[in-house]
């Protein structure tokens, strides 16, 4: 079974540009999350989804901060205009519907913004 | 509001020996509680989980971690360490309606051989 799979793994930037990160969950998993993990620091919850529903979003900085799931299945996490400070690894986890504790992470995403 | 700390930013074992990483939560009624590995590169994986019941609870890769909750504290062991078990770990609480997963801020730990 294929694991939570996301993408790029690595991505450099200049501040104010804008970037993207995508995630594919795994197949059946209606709960998708994105989190920020900033360096030395656990991981923070940005926003979780159930199916296409936004169903806690309030660590998400919304005034540069977006986040899609259109159809339910993968997810795309943007950011514009990105600031030095928003370097960090943004991860992905999903989990069977109703099953919060058990989230299966992505390798994530490794972004400096220069 | 709930939170995780973990007293330890970096620990250095020597493979065979035991390990004990400490973790101390604060939450307001019975927490779940969770314990995380992170190597480098990868993606966060579940070790073990305490919901309820016995208060040692026994993960995978040989770990186990003991609720005390006089102590407000969720410690993780290893009885005897492995190289691969060099990596970070994470202690986690979450509240029993599904939400609002807080993390410490993790501990490395290093193996010698």
């Known amino acids: 079974e294929a694991g939570v799979v996301q993408s790029p793994r690595y991505k450099i930037i200049e501040k104010k540009q804008p970037v993207a990160f995508w995630c594919n969950p795994i197949?059946?998993?209606?709960?998708l999350y994105w989190y920020r993990q900033n360096l030395g620091q656990g991981p923070e919850l940005l926003i979780r989804y159930e199916n296409e529903e936004a169903v806690d979003d309030s660590q998400l900085p919304k005034d540069r901060f977006s986040a899609e799931r259109l159809k339910g299945v993968d997810s795309t996490l943007k950011i514009q205009p990105a600031e030095l400070g928003d370097s960090a690894v943004y991860l992905c986890?999903?989990?069977?519907?109703?099953?919060?504790?058990?989230?299966?992470f992505g390798p994530g995403t490794r972004l400096t913004v220069t | 509001a709930q939170s995780v700390t973990q007293p330890d930013i970096h620990i250095t074992v020597s493979e065979g020996a035991s390990l004990e990483l400490r973790c101390n939560y604060s939450?307001?009624?019975?927490?779940?509680l969770f314990w995380y590995v992170q190597s480098p590169g990868q993606g966060l994986q579940l070790l073990l989980k305490?919901?309820?019941?016995?208060?040692l609870v026994q993960g995978i890769k040989g770990f186990e971690a003991e609720f005390k909750r006089s102590q407000s504290s969720f410690n993780l062991r290893k009885p005897s360490v492995h190289w691969s078990d060099a990596a970070e770990y994470f202690c986690a609480v979450g509240a029993p309606d599904g939400n609002d997963m807080r993390f410490g801020a993790g501990t490395r730990l290093t193996v010698k051989p």
């Open positions: 986890a999903s989990s069977l519907e109703g099953r919060t504790y058990e989230q299966y």
């Open positions: 305490y919901f309820s019941g016995d208060t």
């Open positions: 197949s059946g998993h209606n709960t």
């Open positions: 939450y307001g009624a019975t927490p779940y």
